[in-house]
Every structure is written in structure tokens, then in C-alpha cells.
């Protein structure tokens, strides 16, 4: 499917808000602890740099390192969720992206997918399917310090994730099939 000159790929995906990152953390536990595929998750939160507190990551071996003032919960998902990254965007500052939404947002950036006010995120976000004022909605939840946590996967792993994020207290569900919003 093209979507405004850019190859889309739609998934099926359930996105929740979390208030603070012990309960994005508390989520990602409750996934690690079931059959889902911890490839299928992604994790996106703000991280501070302020002139007190050094942050930066880098990579020994096959793993990375991370250190700041949230570097101990970013350090755990990292070994478990497939892909890391740290950017700094416009409007936002530094966010820490974990699991596969890392490829979808580099990969709308090279596409040059950015467009009608989107950030990378939104413009990551969007490439695989979520509607732009979906996006708005956790671009603005990430801007005041909260967590969006991502699952995808095939309608029964979607119906799994769903009530996994649904019976971990987070501020919004919402769910995504390949064909649009349900």
C-alpha cells in the first residue's frame, strides 16, 4: 500500500499510555511473563540530560550500556526488546525508543516519510499503520513525561496483548487492526 509517496507496511497493533515508567515497566514484566513474543514490543519514553546528570548509551559486544538518570530501567529492556535507540527530536528532547519501532522510525526517516507535521515518531508510527491523530495523542503523552508501550503481531497475539496492557492500569488501550482503528 503507498501512502503519500511512501510504502507503508500496515500491522495490527494495541498502543497503551502509561502515567510513569514503573507502570510501563510493570507491563513489559507481565509480557515477559506470558507466551508473548518479546520481538513483537516496543517502548518509547523521554529520558533527561540536564547539566547534573550525564546520559548516554554505547555498546559493548553485542550489548549495549546505558547510564543516566533512567539508565537502570532502560538498561533492563534492552537485552529483551529487539532494538535501541536514542534521539533527540525537536519538541520533545531525548527519547528512548526499545523493540522495533527503532526500524519502522529510521525507516520512514530514510524514506523521507516525515511529513504533515510528523515527527520521526509519528512519521514511524504512522508508517505502519496508526492514524495521525492517534499519533498526536501519544506524541503529546510522551511530551509530559509519560510511556507508550507497543504490541503487534497477528489478530489472536493482538487480542493476547490487548488484555495483558489491559490488566496492567494504563491511562488508554487503543487497538489497531492492518485494516484501521477498532
Same mark, same amino acid.
Given at each position: 500500500?503507498?501512502?503519500?509517496?511512501?510504502?507503508?507496511?500496515?500491522?495490527?497493533?494495541?498502543?497503551?499510555?502509561?502515567? $510513569?515508567?514503573?507502570?510501563?515497566?510493570?507491563?513489559?514484566?507481565?509480557?515477559?511473563?506470558? !507466551?508473548?513474543?518479546?520481538?513483537?514490543?516496543?517502548?518509547?519514553?523521554? !529520558?533527561?540530560?540536564?547539566?547534573?546528570?550525564?546520559?548516554?548509551?554505547?555498546? @559493548?559486544? !553485542?550489548?549495549?550500556?546505558?547510564?543516566?538518570?533512567?539508565?537502570?530501567?532502560?538498561?533492563?529492556?534492552?537485552?529483551?526488546?529487539?532494538?535501541?535507540?536514542?534521539?533527540?527530536?525537536?519538541?520533545?528532547?531525548?527519547?528512548?525508543?526499545? #523493540?522495533?519501532?527503532?526500524?519502522?522510525?529510521?525507516?520512514?526517516?530514510?524514506? #523521507?516519510?516525515?511529513?504533515?507535521?510528523?515527527?520521526?515518531?509519528?512519521?514511524?508510527?504512522?508508517?505502519?499503520?496508526?492514524?495521525?491523530?492517534?499519533?498526536?495523542?501519544?506524541? $503529546?503523552?510522551?511530551?509530559?513525561?509519560?510511556?507508550?508501550?507497543?504490541?503487534?503481531? *497477528?489478530?489472536?497475539?493482538?487480542?493476547?496483548?490487548?488484555?495483558?496492557?489491559?490488566? $496492567?492500569?494504563?491511562? *488508554? @488501550?487503543?487497538?489497531?487492526?492492518?485494516?484501521?482503528?477498532?
Amino acid at each position: 500500500m503507498q501512502r503519500e509517496g511512501t510504502i507503508m507496511k500496515q500491522l495490527n497493533s494495541v498502543v497503551a499510555v502509561y502515567a $510513569t515508567h514503573s507502570q510501563a515497566e510493570a507491563a513489559l514484566r507481565a509480557f515477559q511473563a506470558s !507466551d508473548f513474543d518479546m520481538k513483537n514490543l516496543s517502548i518509547v519514553g523521554k !529520558d533527561y540530560q540536564t547539566e547534573e546528570h550525564v546520559i548516554g548509551f554505547y555498546n @559493548v559486544g !553485542d550489548r549495549m550500556k546505558l547510564w543516566g538518570k533512567r539508565g537502570a530501567f532502560w538498561g533492563t529492556f534492552m537485552g529483551m526488546l529487539f532494538g535501541s535507540a536514542l534521539f533527540l527530536i525537536p519538541g520533545f528532547g531525548h527519547i528512548m525508543v526499545l #523493540g522495533p519501532l527503532v526500524g519502522w522510525m529510521v525507516a520512514a526517516l530514510g524514506e #523521507g516519510a516525515v511529513l504533515g507535521g510528523l515527527s520521526a515518531l509519528g512519521a514511524g508510527l504512522y508508517g505502519i499503520g496508526i492514524p495521525k491523530d492517534s499519533i498526536l495523542r501519544y506524541e $503529546t503523552a510522551l511530551k509530559v513525561d509519560q510511556f507508550v508501550v507497543v504490541a503487534h503481531g *497477528s489478530l489472536v497475539e493482538l487480542g493476547t496483548a490487548k488484555r495483558i496492557l489491559e490488566g $496492567t492500569a494504563p491511562l *488508554s @488501550v487503543d487497538e489497531y487492526q492492518a485494516s484501521g482503528a477498532v
